[in-house]
Nanobody, 111 residues
């Protein structure tokens, strides 16, 4: 049972990245899934959530720039990140409500 994130990397400000979270050993179709991030020296913060029905919520800091989505058949959750800013830099974690976490993927946005 695990979540595995991918898609992180180094990008210039204004650029885009798409993160993926692949679930294995579990069915996530009815689960609330989320993306969190943690910048160096700061607490982990919630970025976006998506319910099994596809309802979404976003942190104010990413509204209009990030989009969370899911493909239940592929057991995958995505985070499309556009218009990236240096303050978006951090380790991004996938989460299934109930306490299951991925190992994280690093996103670095250069100015």
């Amino acid at each position: 049972v695990q979540l595995v994130e991918s898609g992180g990397g180094l990008v210039q400000a204004g650029g885009s990245l798409r993160l993926s979270c692949q679930a294995s050993g579990i069915i996530i179709s009815n689960s609330i899934m989320a993306w969190y991030r943690q910048a160096q020296g700061k607490q982990r913060e919630l970025v976006a959530t998506i319910t099994g029905a596809g309802n979404t919520n976003y942190a104010d800091s990413v509204k209009g720039r990030f989009t969370i989505s899911r493909d239940n058949a592929k057991r995958t959750v995505y985070l499309q990140m556009n218009s990236l800013k240096p303050e978006d830099t951090g380790v991004y974690y996938c989460n299934r409500a109930g306490g299951l976490w991925g190992q994280g993927t690093q996103v670095t946005v250069s100015s």
